[in-house]
């Protein structure tokens, strides 16, 4: 392996026994990283559009429960939890007769619940894509130029591919 760019045949491909040694050889396995590169960043498109719809399906959720709203100490720096983890604030509210009460409103939560159905397939699709990156990452340090360039292209196209769905719908400029 040379430690600079260059083209060549003798270099391998991930593991020993694929190492392309002819011209066809080395074409079929730039095609195949081209189209590794666009499946990196399929997946990437994939998650991020999930992560969206797990976001939204958690809010909804959330937003769902009914606020827990309890008359709490007179004392309006006391903090409680409520009954689905989210904190509940103390809020001092008058009345007709200027008596001064406290009231409670429910703060969203600075972390978000587990879900398994929304976190272990994240968690699955993050492992599989780091996968991905790094491999590319491989293919690239055997500094052949053929495979640097595939992987850069297959990027690139699959950006372009699926860079709008990654983004979601609001992101886009309108001309």
């Not at 600079?4 to 011209?23: A, C, I, Q, V």
């Not at 699709?125 to 053929?146: D, E, K, P, R």
């Not at 360039?149 to 990027?155: A, E, F, K, P």
């Amino acid at each position: 392996m040379d430690a600079w760019l260059h083209f060549g045949k003798t270099d391998y491909l991930l593991f020993e026994t694929w190492r392309p040694s002819s011209n066809g050889a080395i074409a079929g396995a730039s095609i195949a990283i081209f189209a590794f590169g666009i499946l990196d960043r399929a997946l990437a498109a994939l998650r991020r559009s999930r992560e969206d719809h797990w976001r939204t399906g958690r809010t909804l959720a959330l937003l769902s429960k009914p606020p827990t709203r309890t008359q709490l100490s007179p004392t309006p720096d006391h903090a409680k939890v409520g009954d689905a983890g989210e904190s509940v604030e103390e809020v001092p509210v008058s009345d007709s007769s200027h008596d001064v009460k406290t009231a409670s409103r429910p703060t969203l939560r600075s972390i978000p619940p587990f879900i398994p159905s929304h976190d272990i397939p994240r968690g699955i699709i993050h492992a599989i894509q780091t996968a991905f990156s790094y491999t590319l990452m491989l293919i690239v340090m055997t500094f052949n130029a053929a495979y640097i360039i595939s992987v850069v292209l297959g990027l690139g196209v699959g950006e372009v591919l699926f860079g709008r769905v990654a983004y979601g719908a609001n992101t886009h400029m309108v001309h």
